[in-house]
């Protein structure tokens, strides 16, 4: 969806590092999500905020933490990364209504 | 705790005919269903959505699902596949008020010529 775009597209890294994905959306929606896909996983809820001062935990938060700058923007941040975040990361947003919108993701690649 | 299972990795059709995709939940509530289609290198899209009503749901593309609450189903499925349906598929799962999806592991459909 045009409307939830996510930078980088593409990155590799190197183990150790810190990396910062960003997420930006023109849909006006206060419901943001990042999730991560694996092969054969699905994907997993890393962390969601419900508003700019809301920011909750999912299922596997370890090693990740996020910021929430503003309504449009929801970044998250692996602090030190590690071989096994390699994934295919996606932010979503949600409105009033019940689905969400995701973005077109990041894949990721730590060496 | 909810989750969603999709006992098929992959599923092959011929053009023109049925198309079947299967899941099944569990959750301790009332159910929002959900799929979603993921086309190569392209995010989610949104397919269509069970909340309440008829168990019969149509959604895009031509698409389809039935909710069946004893046996905790919500099967996708398309009349007449095209090649262009193929695709990784997503069943996916929230309560009521909730709305953190849970999602199954995705099932590849491959639609031939």
């Known amino acids: 969806d045009a409307d939830v775009t996510q930078t980088p597209r593409n990155r590799i890294t190197k183990t150790g590092k810190r990396i910062m994905l960003e997420c930006s959306q023109t849909?006006?929606?206060?419901?943001m999500y990042w999730y991560r896909q694996d092969p054969g996983l699905g994907l997993r809820l890393i962390y969601y905020?419900?508003?700019?001062?809301?920011?909750n935990k999912g299922e596997i938060s370890d090693g990740y933490s996020v910021s929430r700058q503003a309504q449009a923007k929801f970044s998250l941040s692996l602090e030190s990364a590690i071989p096994n975040q390699t994934a295919l990361y996606f932010c979503a947003t949600r409105g009033t209504g019940t689905e969400q919108y995701f973005g077109p993701g990041t894949r990721l690649t730590v060496t | 705790a909810q989750s969603v299972a999709q006992p098929e990795d992959q599923v092959n059709v011929a053009e023109g005919n049925p198309l079947t995709v299967k899941c099944t939940y569990s959750v301790s509530g009332n159910p929002y269903l959900f799929w979603y289609v993921q086309y190569p290198n392209r995010g989610l899209q949104f397919l269509l959505k069970?909340?309440?009503?008829?168990?019969l749901v149509k959604g895009s593309y031509g698409f389809e699902a039935e909710f069946n609450k004893s046996q905790t189903s919500f099967h996708l499925k398309k009349p007449s596949a095209l090649v262009s349906d193929s695709a990784l598929y997503f069943c996916a799962v929230s309560l009521l008020n909730d709305y953190k999806l849970s999602f199954g592991a995705g099932t590849t459909v491959t639609v031939r010529a």
């Open positions: 905020s419900f508003d700019v001062k809301d920011i």
């Open positions: 849909k006006g929606h206060d419901r």
């Open positions: 069970y909340i309440t009503g008829d168990n």
